[in-house]
């Protein structure tokens, strides 16, 4: 099946190329060059244009990029030195106090040690 439609296209191929075809011939127009004659008188200057609209304002430019960091100032000067404060009010000397009573003292005996052993 593969070689009959190989074939049969390979026909039509070479039938359609046997045909024959006339030959077209285009005959090339004759060039026509003219010369130019003298030049004329020149002309009357024109008037003068008038004045251009003035032009749109440009875009805004971009940011700037941002500054880099400053040095660290130096170390400020000690401060004054303050005044003495003032003495303060003295206060009132405190009521003399009351005698002890007598008697009443208690003596507390340790127990004796006990000897150590061996």
Do not use: F, H, W
Not at 31 to 49: E, F, H
Not at 84 to 105: Q, W
């Amino acid at each position: 099946m593969n070689r009959t439609l190989l074939m049969s296209s390979l026909l039509a191929t070479l039938a359609l190329a046997a045909c024959e075809k006339p030959t077209v011939v285009t005959v090339p127009q004759p060039t026509v060059i003219t010369v130019p004659g003298p030049a004329g008188p020149q002309g009357v200057p024109g008037n003068t244009g008038s004045t251009g609209s003035t032009g749109s304002a440009g875009e805004t430019g971009s940011t700037g990029s941002t500054g880099s960091t400053g040095e660290t100032g130096s170390q400020g000067r000690p401060g004054y030195t303050g005044s003495p404060g003032l003495d303060g009010n003295k206060g009132d000397t405190g009521e003399t106090g009351r005698r002890g009573r007598t008697g009443d003292t208690v003596i507390v005996v340790p127990a004796p040690a006990s000897a150590a052993t061996r």
